[in-house]
């Protein structure tokens, strides 16, 4: 069974930063893209960032030259560093990540982290 668990959320004033983490476990053979998704209140769940396992990046425009994605392959484990952070940055961020454990690629999610920015 393939397990995400993220941690690093908290509240933080506006300004401030964090850096979320989330690592992958269980029976995994590879890992393709990882990424990151929130959902503010009465929100649908939206895209933050994404990071393949080569390295390449996607960001939200709303989160662009303020946030980081990154990974590190040999511990299965992605973050996201948030910098200058917003109210409206305030949600529960939830870990993605493309695993394949035998033969085929699932999409698997983390049980959400909750970030409060206060202004």
């Known amino acids: 069974q393939v397990q995400l668990v993220e941690s690093g959320g908290g509240l933080v004033q506006a300004g401030g930063s964090l850096r979320l983490s989330c690592a992958a476990s269980g029976r995994i053979f590879s890992i393709d893209r990882m990424g990151w998704y929130r959902q503010g209140p009465g929100n649908e769940r939206d895209l933050v960032a994404t990071?393949?396992?080569?390295?390449?990046?996607n960001y939200a425009d709303s989160v662009k030259g303020r946030f980081t994605i990154s990974r590190d392959n040999a511990k299965n484990m992605v973050y996201l560093q948030m910098n200058s952070l917003k109210p409206d940055d305030t949600a529960v961020y939830y870990c993605?990540?493309?695993?394949?454990?035998?033969?085929?690629?699932?999409?698997?999610w983390g049980q959400g982290t909750q970030v409060t920015v206060s202004s």
């Open positions: 990071i393949t396992s080569g390295g390449s990046t």
């Open positions: 993605n990540a493309r695993i394949r454990g035998s033969s085929l690629y699932y999409q698997y």
